[in-house]
């Protein structure tokens, strides 16, 4: 009886703890502070890119993006000006597509390289190959920034900036303003933001 | 004395008319939205203080889950008659948008759900009022009545999901 009792006990302490272990995946992802893991994804210009092996970095424009969604479609030269404006001064846009190509054909890494020719990508553009690193990292719209110090720790997590429709109305550019925060060693506000996006597509 | 017939005929053609057209009125079919500029017009929609259950789907016609789950709320708008619930699809495609896509989009699918606009463009601000655990990312719903609240962001893949989720505020 004694035995049943413990048995019982620890089964219920094992399942909430299994609860809670589960719970807290679910919800995961980075928050601003934590350390960012590395990742070694395959870019549309042949090369696979290890974040600590990129060279005069004082941090990167991690942007989890892709072909087909319209939004991302429309911070496209937004995300190309930040890179040409940003990556001479240490700050490369590293971009990742994380949709799975069964689910939207559009997001192939075949599909990635010619819209990457096509608009002359001048950052490395990443296939999430096995969908391993987004949910890491806790992405789950496109576009949706993480910006990494050179430390890898994440100093903000969001939008490019407040407006998406209209490039002339925009009145806080999130991400440059919090590199410059970074620059004079200060945090930034907002670290953190929300916008419309799309879902990041999962293999089904 | 021979204007009767002729007349009578007339009368039931106008009957006739009259009668179908209240008819199509009752089963109207939405073609133009309800725009609102500012969120804080749509705000209380959000949070109503009734005994009535509010299923409200964010979309865009750009948006291709978004659209693929509309039949699904058209589904539950049918269902629903006689009952205290209420449909509504926001849309939030741009204000450019509007005469280009959305109304055209409207025109084309006989949607009976009623439509709504939403053309602010200050989501930093609004999107947390709608959920605080909503993300950005769309299709998302919000199921409500009154202080219960279900929050489901990505789509509904079936009627069933979608119903079961009514069903748990409406505890039936």
Redo the contacts between chains.
């Keep these: 009886m004694k035995n049943t009792i413990r048995w019982v006990i620890s089964l219920v302490f094992l399942s909430i703890s299994m609860t809670a272990l589960w719970s807290q995946q679910n919800t995961g992802g980075l928050k601003v502070g934590d350390t960012a893991p590395d990742f070694s994804l395959k870019s549309v210009s042949g090369k696979t890119i290890t974040l600590k092996e990129l060279k005069n970095v004082k941090g990167y424009i991690v942007a989890f993006t892709c072909n087909t969604c ?2 991302a479609q429309m911070y496209e030269d937004r995300l190309i000006q930040l890179h040409k404006q940003l990556s001479p001064v240490g700050w490369p846009v590293i971009a990742i597509n994380a949709n799975d190509p069964t689910v ?1 054909p559009g997001d192939s890494f075949a599909k990635m390289k010619e819209r990457s020719d096509e608009k002359k990508y001048p950052f490395e553009y990443l296939i999430d190959e096995g969908q391993k690193v987004f949910p890491v990292y806790g992405a ?2 496109t576009p949706h920034i993480f910006l990494l110090d050179k430390d890898f720790k994440v100093r903000y997590i969001g ?1 490019i900036d ?5 490039p002339t ?1 925009i009145t806080n550019r999130y991400v440059e303003n919090a590199i410059q925060a970074i620059e004079k060693g200060k945090d930034p506000d907002p670290n953190f ?8 597509k999962v293999k089904k | 004395m021979r204007i009767y017939p002729n007349s009578l005929r007339f009368w039931a053609f106008l009957f006739g008319i009259v009668g179908a057209c209240t008819l199509s009125a009752q089963t109207k079919l939405v073609t133009n939205p309800v725009v609102y500029d500012n969120f804080e017009a749509l705000e209380p929609v959000l949070n109503r203080q009734t005994d009535t259950i509010y299923v409200i789907n964010f979309w865009a016609t ?4 978004c659209v693929a789950e509309l039949p699904l709320f058209e589904q539950l708008s049918q269902q629903i008659q006689g009952k205290k619930i209420k449909v509504l699809l926001v849309s ?1 495609d ?3 948008d509007l005469e280009t896509k959305l109304k055209p989009f409207l025109a084309k699918r006989t949607l009976q759900t009623p439509v709504i606009s939403l053309t602010d ?4 601000l609004w ?2 009022k709608v959920d605080p655990n ?6 998302a719903t919000l199921i409500y009545r009154n202080q219960e609240r279900r929050f489901v ?3 509904f893949t079936n009627f069933e999901a979608l119903e079961n989720t009514v069903n748990e505020i409406g505890g039936q």
């Design positions: 319209p939004y939207t789950v719209r939008a407040d407006n998406a429709e209209d109305s933001t929300k916008a419309i996006g799309c879902t990041i | 750009w948006c291709a889950p939030i741009f204000k450019r463009s200050r989501q930093q999107i947390d909503w993300s950005g990312a769309i299709p962001e990505g789509e």
